[in-house]
């Protein structure tokens, strides 16, 4: 008997020592495959946007090329499989035998890449959290003393690939737990924190700055009334984001020719563009050059007309973006959602209610509040938004305002993209 306990601890010492190896593996990897999107993505992003607003042609021919690429790859390279993005995960973790297939990796790398460089409106998230799940899939099969940890293991990945992405691995770790697991498990907490580390660890290394440099000086006690108008005003924008989504992809389903889809889409992609250049690829740049003028922006028809075109056109154009076959998900649009809307409400309340508050802090605690009932993970967005600046001065009203926009939501429309099945709408 005793040494039949000696075994069975020995195998359990070796599992887990290979489990944590793996884990460290895991985590290095889905670092430089986040790292490596963002790049690549933000460079020829850059590239294409300033190509087409020298030449306004550009908005007109960028989509279709895109979405036509994206569509051959599918079709001769990954086997004709659509990307479903988060649902993916949830069907391999739901399920014994289904599994990530390994070419998941370049499909999601490659297509996200290419919708957002040639104008889709969403981001590359989403290929990233799947891509870096994969990864996790992979070791997961091909160590057999790993069969009952597939979901530690995924989640591992994607913890990685979001904290390279927004230098957060709270929100990392939060991620995987609140959109993905659900699982409170010691082996949860180790894969994710060990994938964690190694990412924090590189991005160190690498001396990577926060995606947005700003100096958030304060909050007033005043503001509180006017946080909660933007708790709810958020709630219902993620709310409409989810339906256009889901809308879209129901009646882009009925076009049973593909092109047709790609001509649809890249029709009104292309239009909206044209219009409004900010809705153009993840959008991070029109932030961050709006963040450089909250201060100074002044309510006229001109800015209210684009403001609201803008928040009205954002859910449409992701919601053809992802339905005529481009790659992405919610994050990066809640987030430019969040911010429009926040420097609206803000502009507005100084303007005509002399309310003095500071445009900047509503722009933030918008971006929180969009994302955090888009996903229904208020704490992911809590650490993400604070990860994202790299400043914690508005955590509580980021908190509070992140619960309010979630509830808000979820009693208007109780899914998400990630959650709402076909059959719920029958």
């Known amino acids: 008997m005793n040494a039949i306990s000696k075994i069975r601890r020995n195998h359990i010492l070796i599992k887990l020592k290979k489990l944590i190896v793996f884990s460290l593996l895991i985590g290095f990897l889905c670092t430089f495959l986040a790292l490596?999107?963002?790049?690549?993505?933000?460079?020829?992003?850059?590239?294409?946007?300033?190509?087409?607003?020298?030449?306004?042609?550009?908005?007109?021919?960028?989509?279709?090329?895109?979405?036509?690429?994206?569509?051959?790859l599918r079709q001769y390279l990954f086997k004709k499989n659509e990307n479903k993005g988060i649902k993916e995960i949830f069907e391999s973790t739901n399920s014994k035998?289904?599994?990530?297939?390994?070419?998941?990796?370049?499909?999601?790398?490659?297509?996200?890449?290419?919708?957002?460089?040639?104008?889709?409106?969403?981001?590359?998230?989403?290929?990233?959290?799947?891509?870096?799940?994969?990864?996790?899939?992979?070791?997961?099969?091909?160590?057999?003393?790993?069969q009952e940890y597939k979901t530690e293991l995924i989640s591992?990945?994607?913890?990685?690939?979001?904290?390279?992405?927004?230098?957060?691995?709270?929100?990392?770790?939060?991620?995987?737990?609140?959109?993905?697991?659900?699982?409170?498990?010691?082996?949860?907490?180790?894969?994710?924190?060990?994938?964690?580390?190694?990412?924090?660890?590189?991005?160190?290394v690498l001396n990577e700055p926060p995606l947005f440099n700003l100096k958030i000086t304060t909050w007033h006690l005043h503001a509180i009334p006017y946080f909660i108008l933007l708790g709810i005003l958020a709630g219902l924008n993620?709310?409409?984001?989810?339906?256009?989504?889901?809308?879209?992809?129901?009646?882009f389903s009925k076009i049973k020719i593909s092109y047709y889809k790609i001509i649809i889409g890249s029709i009104i992609l292309s239009a909206s563009l044209f219009l409004f250049p900010q809705l153009y690829g993840e959008g991070y740049n029109s932030i961050k050059e709006i963040f450089l003028q909250s201060?100074?922006?002044?309510l006229s028809y001109t800015i209210v007309f684009t403001f609201i075109g803008i928040l009205i056109l954002k859910p449409i154009?992701?919601?053809?973006?992802?339905?005529?076959?481009?790659?992405?998900?919610?994050?990066?649009?809640?987030?430019?959602?969040?911010?429009?809307?926040?420097?609206?409400?803000?502009?507005?309340?100084?303007?005509?209610?002399y309310a003095n508050v500071i445009p900047i802090n509503f722009m933030i605690i918008g971006m929180a509040?969009?994302?955090?009932?888009?996903?229904?993970?208020?704490?992911?967005?809590?650490?993400?938004?604070?990860?994202?600046?790299n400043d914690y001065t508005l955590f509580f009203p980021i908190l509070v305002v992140c619960l309010i926009s979630k509830y808000t939501a979820k009693i208007?429309?109780?899914?998400?993209?990630?959650?709402f099945l076909p059959s719920l709408a029958k």
């Open 97 to 146: 035998s289904k599994n990530l297939p390994i070419y998941k990796i370049p499909s999601h790398y490659i297509n996200g890449l290419l919708t957002v460089i040639f104008g889709g409106s969403t981001g590359i998230e989403v290929s990233t959290v799947v891509a870096t799940a994969t990864i996790g899939s992979v070791v997961q099969r091909k160590e057999n003393v790993f």
């Open 156 to 204: 591992a990945g994607i913890a990685a690939g979001i904290t390279a992405l927004f230098y957060s691995p709270i929100a990392g770790i939060l991620f995987a737990y609140e959109v993905i697991s659900k699982k409170r498990t010691k082996t949860f907490f180790l894969t994710t924190i060990l994938a964690v580390s190694v990412a924090s660890g590189l991005l160190f």
């Open 36 to 72: 490596s999107l963002k790049k690549i993505t933000e460079y020829y992003e850059t590239i294409f946007f300033n190509k087409a607003i020298n030449n306004p042609l550009f908005f007109l021919l960028f989509p279709i090329i895109g979405l036509s690429v994206i569509f051959f």
């Open 295 to 298: 201060d100074t922006i002044k």
């Open 369 to 389: 509040a969009v994302l955090s009932a888009s996903i229904h993970a208020p704490f992911t967005a809590i650490f993400l938004i604070c990860g994202l600046t």
């Open 238 to 251: 993620s709310v409409y984001l989810t339906k256009c989504v889901i809308f879209f992809k129901r009646e």
């Open 412 to 419: 208007i429309f109780p899914y998400t993209v990630y959650t």
């Open 317 to 353: 154009v992701t919601s053809i973006t992802l339905a005529s076959g481009g790659d992405g998900g919610v994050f990066a649009p809640s987030l430019f959602i969040g911010a429009f809307l926040g420097l609206l409400l803000a502009t507005v309340l100084n303007t005509f209610f």
